[in-house]
């Protein structure tokens, strides 16, 4: 009985310049939306950029996405991270429903995907590595030769090398790819540490007598990551 | 005004409801992180001051004097620096902002507390940051490190890059502080048509803070990025497009007039209504060319770019919608006039700064106008016109505004008052100082004068000594009304709660206010600056208020 009734006072927490607790979710919830604004505009310089060059070096770019991205992985990884959006929607239900370790649990689930996604990553990038295909000074590969190593495969894509005007922009093009996903990626990180901190918190029973405003504001921000994959994941492989 | 009347200093107020220097190191209390935020701009406004008075010795004549080409780059680079990002970006909001914000919406305090506090720390790190890179970095690029420079330059300006980006991120935390506080926050009655125009204006400023700040974040680190790993993103010899650059840069760097320039307008309009004894003729058209301001000033960028290839299609887009910004200023103009007409005018030293505002912004903002025409632009592009221009309408207004926000707001912020004569002379030294200072630099804009060189023809020098002299009187201004406000500090009268008898909701309290601001819990059933009838009840600050 008288746990309960702790319990119920510190559901009720909340700072001395709010009413009430829910005054005080109203406010955290609106401050994390405006933050996920500020997150969105900064990817926007980098979609302009890509708008541009693609623009610019269209059959290069199409050309390189084709042929040097792996748009399966790509899928993979879009798949990983929909159904991490899901588990984290989970911890957010559990945490409403003050089912401290539940949260927990789905934490750690979001948490082993997100590493999943980063293990793709770490295979993409270390090949890309090996096939010299990084940014500017670094790019090193002999993109004459690679196109006539791709005939083939190009051709069952239904594109003609011949009539494309594939080369300049081509490190472009990786200066955008680790740009971009690297940025989205450092996002997956700062999103798993901050779920990690969720998750022992959940352990430690703090939701099942704490009001749950943190799990919710966290996923909220992994939905954040997960949205920006989605535009990231077209962007680049598919176009 | 006479401030002295019966006015006695409360016993219990939020300098001496806690004490200790870790009391403030740690505070939560927006007044005193206002006041740790007001300590580093005026450091940060002393600094960039200093470096201004030294690039002027070194125009006093036409050949090389005091120092080198390469020094003087770094001067200019170092002046534009702390003066955009140390100092006029922060000053209004986070000082007066933070201070008022709350006590206006009748709050206890700003909604994140916290996060206020780290973007206080934020902003010093990054402050220091950037200080040690550009000194030690010896970086030459100007403020707006225009690439293809500023990455092959050989100095150090990637470390530049990164501190700018954690300023930004201050003053994005700081910005949604302020949204969420003024939609969260409200007393019950202050619905969105009482708002005092102070808070309309904080508003815009925050929404463009918030949304125009992370994209130079991110494009001062693709700058990093691209000196450090050689992206080449903006290296033409590697595909890259230089304009590119430019187009981010002045999306964020020519909304960022209006967070500097925005809260400023938000301070003169509560000096005009304080000291004419009226609400703001034409309140609901200020609140919304406020917004039109917030909203329009994103989308004319382009007219930083008329000489860099832009098309004349886009060119001509951007100068009619740069000319917008002038009609929603011009609205305001106009609001501000009507207020004086016919006002129980009371001339006091905010008041005749709030004039000196208008002159600057109407002049300042005029030039401005001129400049958007094209065929106009392209004879003053980067000659002294254009850093007259600017220094009238960012400086000279802001700097008018800041100075007014500090003599209004210092009896309420400190409880006592400065001498009236002293401040008076030393604003009249400060608007003399800076019209000399700048006509010239008009004139010699239009004479063809180009900026950021530390040589000139002969022919210039007459014209450049008058900007130097100006350069000094302005300075001399400068640090009679800080001795005058530390002077006051100490000694001054005792101010009372309403020296100036304003009906703004700040003053709804002691001065100096208590750590949670009011003795009661507001709630407003006005709109603010109503002068008609009786004034609301003033609050008993006789009561001791305990250590909280
Ligand atoms: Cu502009």
Same mark, same amino acid.
């Given at each position: 009985?008288?746990?309960?009734?702790?319990a119920?006072?510190?559901?009720t927490?909340?700072?001395?310049?709010f009413?009430?607790?829910?005054?005080?979710?109203?406010?955290?919830q609106?401050?994390?939306?405006?933050?996920?604004?500020?997150e969105?505009?900064?990817f926007?310089?980098?979609?302009?950029?890509?708008?541009?060059?693609?623009?610019l070096y269209r *059959?290069?770019?199409?050309?390189?996405?084709?042929?040097?991205?792996d748009w399966?992985l790509?899928?993979?990884?879009t798949?990983?991270?929909?159904?991490?959006?899901?588990?984290v929607?989970?911890?957010?239900?559990?945490?409403?429903?003050?089912?401290?370790?539940?949260?927990g649990?789905?934490l750690?689930?979001?948490?082993?995907?997100?590493?999943?996604?980063?293990?793709?990553?770490?295979f993409?990038?270390?090949?890309?590595f090996?096939?010299?295909?990084?940014?500017g000074?670094?790019?090193?590969? *002999?993109l004459?030769h *690679?196109?006539?190593?791709h005939?083939?495969?190009?051709r069952?894509?239904?594109l003609?090398?011949?009539?494309?005007?594939?080369?300049p922009?081509a490190?472009?093009?990786?200066?955008?790819y680790f740009l971009i996903?690297?940025?989205?990626?450092?996002?997956?990180?700062?999103?798993?540490g901050?779920?990690?901190w969720?998750a022992?918190?959940?352990?430690?029973?703090?939701?099942a007598?704490r009001n749950?405003?943190?799990?919710?504001?966290?996923?909220?921000?992994?939905?954040?990551? *997960?949205?920006?994959?989605?535009?990231?994941?077209?962007?680049?492989?598919?176009? | 005004?006479?401030?002295a009347?019966s006015a006695?200093f409360?016993r219990?107020?939020?300098f001496?409801q806690?004490?200790?220097?870790?009391?403030?190191?740690?505070?939560?209390?927006h007044?005193?992180?206002a006041?740790?935020?007001?300590?580093a701009?005026?450091?940060?406004?002393?600094?960039?001051?200093?470096l201004a008075?030294?690039i002027?010795?070194?125009?006093? /004549?036409?050949?090389p004097s005091?120092?080198?080409?390469?020094?003087?780059? &770094?001067?200019f680079?170092?002046?534009?620096?702390v003066?955009?990002?140390?100092?006029?970006?922060?000053?209004?909001?986070?000082?007066?902002g933070n201070?008022?914000? #709350?006590?206006?919406?009748?709050?206890?305090?700003?909604?994140?507390?916290r996060?206020?506090?780290a973007?206080f720390?934020?902003?010093?790190?990054?402050?220091?940051f950037?200080?040690?890179?550009?000194?030690h970095?010896?970086?030459?690029?100007g403020?707006?490190?225009?690439?293809?420079?500023?990455?092959?330059s050989v100095?150090?300006v990637?470390?530049?890059?990164l501190?700018?980006?954690?300023?930004g991120?201050?003053?994005?935390?700081?910005g949604?502080?302020?949204?969420?506080?003024?939609?969260?926050? &409200?007393?019950?009655?202050?619905?969105?048509g009482?708002?005092?125009?102070?808070?309309?204006?904080?508003?815009?400023?925050?929404?463009?803070?918030?949304?125009?700040?992370?994209?130079?974040?991110i494009?001062?680190?693709?700058?990093?990025?691209?000196?450090?790993f050689?992206?080449?993103l903006?290296? #033409?010899?590697?595909?890259?497009?230089?304009?590119l650059?430019?187009?981010?840069f002045?999306f964020?760097?020519?909304?960022?007039?209006?967070?500097?320039?925005?809260?400023?307008?938000?301070?003169?309009s509560e000096?005009f209504?304080t000291?004419? &004894?009226?609400?703001?003729?034409?309140?609901?058209m200020?609140a919304v060319?406020?917004?039109?301001i917030?909203?329009?000033?994103?989308?004319v960028?382009?007219?930083?770019?008329f000489?860099?290839?832009q098309?004349?299609?886009?060119?001509g887009i951007?100068?009619v919608?740069?000319?917008?910004v002038?009609?929603?200023?011009?609205?305001k103009?106009?609001?501000w006039?009507?207020?004086?007409?016919?006002g129980?005018?009371?001339?006091?030293? #905010?008041?005749?700064l709030?004039?000196?505002?208008l002159y600057?912004?109407?002049?300042?903002?005029m030039?401005?106008?001129?400049?958007?025409?094209?065929?106009?632009d392209?004879?003053w592009?980067?000659?002294?016109?254009?850093?007259?221009h600017?220094?009238?309408?960012?400086?000279?207004?802001?700097?008018?505004?800041?100075l007014?926000?500090?003599?209004?707001w210092?009896?309420?912020?400190?409880?006592?008052?400065?001498?009236?004569?002293?401040?008076?002379?030393?604003?009249?030294?400060?608007f003399i100082?800076?019209?000399?200072?700048?006509?010239?630099?008009?004139?010699?804009?239009?004479?063809g004068?180009?900026r950021?060189?530390h040589q000139y023809?002969?022919?210039?020098?007459?014209?450049?000594?008058?900007?130097?002299?100006?350069?000094?009187?302005l300075?001399?201004?400068?640090f009679?009304?800080?001795?005058a406000?530390?002077?006051?500090?100490k000694?001054?009268a005792?101010?009372?709660d309403?020296?100036?008898h304003?009906?703004?909701?700040?003053?709804?309290?002691a001065?100096p206010?208590?750590?949670h /601001?009011?003795?009661?819990?507001?709630?407003?059933v006005?709109?603010?600056?109503?002068?008609?009838? #009786?004034p609301a009840?003033?609050?008993?600050?006789?009561?001791?208020?305990?250590v909280?």
């Amino acid at each position: 009985m008288a746990s309960n009734e702790a319990a119920a006072v510190e559901l009720t927490a909340h700072a001395d310049h709010f009413v009430d607790a829910a005054h005080e979710r109203r406010a955290a919830q609106f401050g994390m939306w405006l933050f996920l604004a500020n997150e969105i505009l900064l990817f926007g310089p980098l979609f302009t950029a890509f708008a541009l060059y693609r623009y610019l070096y269209r *059959d290069t770019f199409a050309y390189l996405s084709a042929v040097h991205l792996d748009w399966k992985l790509g899928t993979v990884n879009t798949v990983v991270l929909l159904v991490s959006s899901f588990t984290v929607v989970v911890a957010g239900w559990a945490a409403r429903c003050r089912r401290s370790i539940w949260v927990g649990h789905a934490l750690i689930a979001t948490i082993v995907l997100a590493g999943g996604f980063l293990v793709v990553k770490y295979f993409e990038y270390t090949h890309k590595f090996h096939e010299g295909l990084l940014p500017g000074k670094y790019f090193t590969l *002999d993109l004459a030769h *690679d196109v006539a190593l791709h005939m083939e495969s190009l051709r069952e894509m239904g594109l003609n090398p011949a009539q494309m005007r594939i080369g300049p922009g081509a490190s472009m093009f990786f200066a955008l790819y680790f740009l971009i996903t690297g940025l989205h990626g450092l996002h997956v990180v700062i999103g798993m540490g901050v779920l990690g901190w969720m998750a022992v918190r959940a352990y430690r029973g703090e939701f099942a007598v704490r009001n749950d405003t943190p799990v919710e504001l966290s996923g909220l921000y992994w939905h954040l990551v *997960d949205l920006i994959w989605i535009f990231v994941y077209p962007t680049l492989y598919l176009l | 005004m006479s401030p002295a009347e019966s006015a006695h200093f409360p016993r219990w107020h939020f300098f001496n409801q806690t004490t200790g220097v870790m009391s403030w190191l740690t505070t939560l209390d927006h007044k005193r992180i206002a006041l740790m935020y007001f300590g580093a701009v005026v450091s940060a406004l002393i600094l960039g001051g200093l470096l201004a008075l030294g690039i002027r010795l070194e125009l006093f /004549n036409p050949e090389p004097s005091l120092v080198d080409a390469q020094t003087y780059n &770094r001067l200019f680079t170092l002046h534009g620096m702390v003066m955009v990002f140390l100092f006029m970006v922060p000053a209004i909001p986070a000082v007066f902002g933070n201070f008022f914000l #709350p006590m206006m919406l009748g709050a206890k305090d700003v909604a994140f507390p916290r996060l206020n506090l780290a973007s206080f720390y934020i902003y010093v790190t990054g402050a220091l940051f950037t200080l040690w890179a550009i000194v030690h970095g010896g970086v030459d690029t100007g403020w707006t490190f225009y690439v293809p420079y500023s990455t092959t330059s050989v100095v150090a300006v990637a470390p530049v890059m990164l501190g700018i980006f954690i300023v930004g991120l201050s003053s994005i935390l700081t910005g949604l502080n302020f949204i969420v506080t003024t939609h969260t926050l &409200r007393a019950p009655g202050l619905n969105w048509g009482r708002l005092p125009l102070f808070v309309w204006n904080l508003y815009g400023t925050s929404i463009i803070s918030v949304l125009a700040t992370p994209v130079i974040g991110i494009v001062a680190l693709l700058v990093a990025a691209e000196i450090i790993f050689g992206f080449g993103l903006f290296d #033409p010899a590697r595909g890259g497009d230089p304009v590119l650059f430019q187009h981010l840069f002045w999306f964020y760097s020519h909304p960022v007039v209006y967070v500097m320039v925005l809260p400023a307008m938000g301070v003169v309009s509560e000096v005009f209504a304080t000291f004419c &004894r009226r609400q703001i003729f034409g309140y609901k058209m200020l609140a919304v060319a406020t917004l039109g301001i917030a909203l329009v000033g994103f989308f004319v960028w382009g007219h930083h770019l008329f000489v860099a290839g832009q098309s004349t299609f886009d060119a001509g887009i951007f100068g009619v919608l740069s000319m917008l910004v002038g009609v929603f200023t011009a609205i305001k103009v106009f609001n501000w006039v009507m207020t004086l007409y016919k006002g129980a005018v009371d001339f006091t030293v #905010p008041f005749a700064l709030a004039c000196f505002f208008l002159y600057f912004l109407i002049f300042g903002g005029m030039t401005g106008i001129a400049l958007a025409v094209i065929s106009l632009d392209v004879h003053w592009h980067d000659t002294y016109y254009v850093v007259a221009h600017f220094h009238f309408v960012m400086v000279g207004s802001v700097m008018m505004a800041f100075l007014a926000a500090v003599h209004y707001w210092f009896p309420k912020m400190f409880g006592r008052m400065y001498s009236e004569r002293v401040a008076l002379s030393a604003v009249a030294f400060i608007f003399i100082g800076f019209n000399l200072t700048f006509v010239p630099q008009f004139l010699l804009g239009n004479m063809g004068m180009p900026r950021r060189y530390h040589q000139y023809l002969p022919m210039f020098q007459s014209l450049n000594v008058a900007s130097t002299m100006g350069a000094f009187i302005l300075g001399l201004g400068m640090f009679l009304s800080l001795f005058a406000l530390l002077w006051a500090l100490k000694w001054g009268a005792v101010a009372g709660d309403n020296p100036f008898h304003s009906r703004g909701y700040e003053w709804n309290t002691a001065s100096p206010p208590v750590q949670h /601001n009011f003795h009661t819990p507001q709630v407003i059933v006005d709109g603010p600056h109503n002068y008609e009838g #009786p004034p609301a009840a003033q609050p008993t600050a006789k009561v001791a208020h305990g250590v909280e």
